[in-house]
């Protein structure tokens, strides 16, 4: 195993956990159908996040629609070139309930095991492009 494959193994206990954490939160950004306190829960996880990794500056943000961005900086190391990282922390919301076999804010993986942890399958569902993520948020649902 490279330096670098071993240095991301030992990290996936953590980004798991992290993001165990973060999707257990229903951030849908539609106030009709959850309350936007959950948004700004959702991104002031990120925000502290962010401060945690070494960001700068980190805060939020508010927008036109009342939302809020996270917004952080570090500087690049000097000669290295700048770095955007934009992604959203919001969800989408689950539809029919019925539909899944699962809570949308658990993992099958969580539910055999009895616990309450909740990894990706909400955001995965809502967010992902490739045909591998694809295929991870079905087998979180029926049908």
Known sequence: MTELASRIAALMPRAQADLT?????????????????????????????????????????ETPDGSHAVIGHRPPPP???????????????PLDDKAWTTRPSRSPSATAAGTDAAPPTARATSSCTSPRCARSARTSRSG
């Open 21 to 61: 954490e973060l999707v257990a939160i229903p951030s849908v950004a539609d106030p009709r159908q959850y309350p936007p306190e959950e948004c700004h829960k959702a991104a002031q996880w990120v925000a502290d996040a962010f401060t945690e990794a070494g960001l700068r500056d980190v805060h939020l943000a």
């Open 79 to 93: 000669g290295a070139p700048t770095v955007l990282l934009y992604c959203h922390y919001d969800v989408q919301p």
